[in-house]
């Protein structure tokens, strides 16, 4: 079976925050911020599964600090855990003062994403080779989150059976 690591998934995605993406308070929305994840996240997982993937599902999202009109939002996305047909993407968003380079980190989130074939089916991924400490941790959290998630998609389907 084919192996990638977490690095060879690596993706960085920078925006200029303008004036049609803010608020009133000029700084950034909260949905713009989600699709931004969204696509970074996305490029990551195909990256790793080379090919279509859909996502499954987003964990909350916690907006620690705002994003302002002008500054450069910065997001960096790997996949931290593989599956039989699905995968784990961490995304780290910052946003970076242009004047001074300063960031401060606004969010992370985590999405489950699904590899497709040409047809639609699920398909096999390949293996996620961890190969430092860092990226080991990281798979290991992911798994952690993973049962939650199958338990909280459990007593969903329980709920509307
Ligand atoms: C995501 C989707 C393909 C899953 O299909 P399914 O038949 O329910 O899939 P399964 O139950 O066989 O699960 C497939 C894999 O996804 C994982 N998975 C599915 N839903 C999950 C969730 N909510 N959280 C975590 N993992 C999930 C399963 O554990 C399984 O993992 P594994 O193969 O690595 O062990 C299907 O629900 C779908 O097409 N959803 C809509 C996707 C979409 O439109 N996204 C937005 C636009 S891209």
Known sequence: ????????????MTWIVMPGQTNALDTVFGGQVMAWIDVCAAVAAQRFA?????T???????FRAPIRKGDIAVLQ??????????????????????NTG??????????????????????EVPRLKCETEDERRRCADAEVRRQR?????????????
């Open 149 to 161: 998630r199958l338990q909280a998609r459990a007593e969903d389907k329980e709920r509307r059976a």
């Open 102 to 123: 300063a960031r401060v980190h606004t969010s992370t989130a985590y999405l489950t994403f699904v590899a497709l074939d040409e047809d639609g089916n699920k398909r």
């Open 56 to 62: 499954a599902s987003m964990d909350s999202l916690l």
């Open 50 to 54: 080379r090919g279509a993937v859909v």
């Open 77 to 98: 996305a790997t996949v931290n855990w593989a599956g039989r047909t699905s995968m784990e993407v961490g995304v780290r968003v910052d946003a970076e003062d242009p």
């Open 1 to 12: 079976m084919r192996e990638v690591t977490p690095s060879a998934t690596r993706t960085e």
